[in-house]
Structure formats: structure tokens, C-alpha cells
């Protein structure tokens, strides 16, 4: 038994240092991606349900790198939180969609782009100086933009992130709780923090028609986000019951692969151009 529990851990430390290995060399190609070009942003409509129009879009950020290929956020994106890169990664971001905003307000689309802000950014005093400088930069009107932020990313400096988004609004943009329900103590951020509007997870609307907790969870949280003022999106809508369903129960937007799945510019605009067409 001694040997095999030896083998064990050894095999176990092998493995954690090529893991970490791995990560070091993720995190090298990561340092490079900006200069290389190697980031882009895609668009995924937000349908508001009384209009049925496509009112804005969410900015997801994609790393296709010469040889490891398409990169998934969920990967590379708390890497970059944990060194730090995320500031540099995420202005870029916001620089890139109000470019993109600009090109099709001048087409007369005006839709709100909403932006991925990560805690690291949040953190970051710089931020609502660089978000200014960019809106201005692109002659964007704050209330075509919008940050979305987690609630465990506010978690560890409350009074902090309260401050900056507080800033943030009072400038015009709006502010998104993302993730909704999957953190803890959900509840008391939604009166602590300045935000306009509250994003379902993803996870409770998969399975919204088939888990009764799913389907107790959204109702919960539409109903909450009304009873606040605060305007209610579920993330993740796949089907037309689901839709059927969260119209019926009065959510004000959906965003999934219903609609469409995140697209290029080009793409993107192809939807804008066929919803004017009507
Ligand atoms: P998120 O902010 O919760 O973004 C929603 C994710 O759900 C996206 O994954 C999107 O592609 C996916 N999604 C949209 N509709 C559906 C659907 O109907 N079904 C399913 N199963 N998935 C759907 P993605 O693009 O892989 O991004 C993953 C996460 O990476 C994001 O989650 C966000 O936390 C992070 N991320 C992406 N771009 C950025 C960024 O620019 N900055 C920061 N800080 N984080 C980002
Ligand atoms: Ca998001
Ligand atoms: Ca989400
Ligand atoms: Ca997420």
C-alpha cells in the first residue's frame, strides 16, 4: 500500500506541474495576444419582448492564437484576472466595441452595447476615467453603453465597486448585474449596488420548463427585479416555450442561441438591417 499511495503522489505532482507548466505558457501567449492581434469581439442580440427588436448586444471577447487555436473565455479570462492583463485586455475591449458602435450609429443604428467588466477592472480607479475617454473618444453617448458585472466580483470590496458604479451611472452609463442567482447573498447586493438592471443565469433558464426549482428560481427573480424598478434579461433562452414562458411572466428581455448565437460585425449587422427592413 505504501508504494501505490508513493506512485500516487508522485503521479500527482507530475501532473500539477505540467498543469502549472501549461498555465505559465497560457499566460506567456496571453502577454502577446493584444500586440499580436489575435483578440476579436463577437455580438449576441438583446430582444426586448414588447418591441420584439433587437435593442442591444452583449461584447464577448474571443482568442483564436496561431496554434492552440480558438481559446474559450472561461479559460483564459481568469488568467488574465489573476495577472492583471484583464485591465489592458478590457480597455481594449470597450475601445473595440464603441469603434464598432460608431461605425453602425453613422449606418443609423443606435442599439446598447454591453460590456463585460471584470472585478479586476472594477477595482481599477482609472476606470471610469478610461470609460469616459473612450465614449468620447468614438462620440458615443454614455446610455448606448452598459457593464455588466458579477456579484461575486463586487463581493470582496463592496463599498469600493458601489462607489465606481455609482460614478459610472451618474456619467449616463448603465450598469448590469450578470450571473444572477448563481452567487450568494444575492439578495442584499441587489439594494447595495447602483445597477439598472438584472441578467438570470444561464442556468435556470436551461432547464426552466423541466426543474420545477429552475422554474421557482425565474419567477422569483422577474418578480424581485419588478418589485426593485430594475429591468429583468434571462441569458441562455434556447426555445420559443422558453420565451413563451418568460414573456408570460413579464421578463423584459432575452438574449440566447433562440435569437442568435454571438456573430461577427458583419453578421450582427445583416439582423440590424433585416428588423428595419419591417
Ligand atoms: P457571460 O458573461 O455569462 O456570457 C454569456 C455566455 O453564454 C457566453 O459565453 C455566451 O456565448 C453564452 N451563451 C449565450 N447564449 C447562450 C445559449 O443560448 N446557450 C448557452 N449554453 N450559452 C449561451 P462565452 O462567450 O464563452 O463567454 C464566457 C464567459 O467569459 C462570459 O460569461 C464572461 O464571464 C467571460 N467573458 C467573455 N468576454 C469577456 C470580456 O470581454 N471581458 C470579461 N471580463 N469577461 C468576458
Ligand atoms: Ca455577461
Ligand atoms: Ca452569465
Ligand atoms: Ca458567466
Given at each position: 500500500a505504501k508504494t501505490v499511495s508513493r506512485n500516487q503522489f508522485q503521479f500527482y505532482v507530475a501532473s500539477v506541474d505540467s498543469e502549472m507548466r501549461e498555465r505559465k505558457s497560457m499566460e506567456k501567449d496571453l502577454s502577446n495576444a493584444l500586440n499580436n492581434n489575435e483578440f476579436h469581439i463577437v455580438f449576441q442580440p438583446q430582444i426586448d419582448y414588447q418591441s420584439k427588436a433587437i435593442i442591444g448586444?452583449?461584447?464577448l471577447l474571443?482568442?483564436?492564437?496561431?496554434?492552440?487555436?480558438f481559446v474559450p473565455p472561461d479559460i483564459f479570462i481568469p488568467i488574465a484576472e489573476n495577472n492583471g492583463s484583464i485591465v489592458d485586455i478590457g480597455n481594449w475591449v470597450l475601445d473595440e466595441a464603441c469603434r464598432q458602435a460608431a461605425i453602425w450609429q453613422q449606418q443609423g443604428h443606435f442599439i446598447k452595447l454591453a460590456i463585460n467588466l471584470s472585478a479586476v477592472q472594477l477595482k481599477d480607479s482609472a476606470i471610469e476615467a478610461y470609460i469616459k475617454s473612450t465614449l468620447e473618444k468614438h462620440h458615443i453617448e454614455p446610455r448606448y453603453l452598459e457593464v455588466e458585472i458579477t456579484e461575486t466580483?463586487?463581493?470582496?470590496?463592496?463599498?469600493?465597486?458601489?462607489?465606481?458604479?455609482?460614478?459610472?451611472?451618474?456619467?449616463?452609463?448603465?450598469t448590469a448585474i450578470d450571473d444572477f442567482g448563481t452567487g450568494y447573498s444575492s439578495l442584499s447586493y441587489l439594494k447595495k449596488l447602483p445597477i439598472d438592471k438584472v441578467k438570470i443565469d444561464k442556468q435556470f433558464v436551461h432547464d426552466l420548463l423541466i426543474d420545477e426549482d429552475d422554474t421557482?428560481?425565474?419567477?422569483a427573480?422577474?418578480?424581485?427585479?419588478?418589485s426593485l424598478h430594475l429591468s429583468v434579461i434571462a441569458e441562455g433562452v434556447e426555445t420559443k416555450e422558453q420565451e413563451a414562458y418568460l414573456v408570460s411572466r413579464g421578463c423584459d428581455m432575452g438574449q440566447g442561441y433562440f435569437y442568435s448565437r454571438p456573430v461577427?460585425?458583419?453578421?450582427?449587422?445583416?439582423?440590424?438591417?433585416?428588423?428595419?427592413?419591417?
Open positions: 448586444a452583449e461584447v474571443r482568442w483564436v492564437h496561431p496554434t492552440r487555436g466580483g463586487v463581493m470582496e470590496n463592496l463599498s469600493n465597486a458601489v462607489e465606481t458604479l455609482n460614478k459610472i451611472k451618474q456619467y449616463g452609463v448603465s421557482s428560481i425565474v419567477n427573480v422577474i418578480q424581485l427585479s419588478k461577427a460585425a458583419e453578421e450582427f449587422l445583416s439582423y440590424l438591417l433585416e428588423y428595419t427592413r419591417n
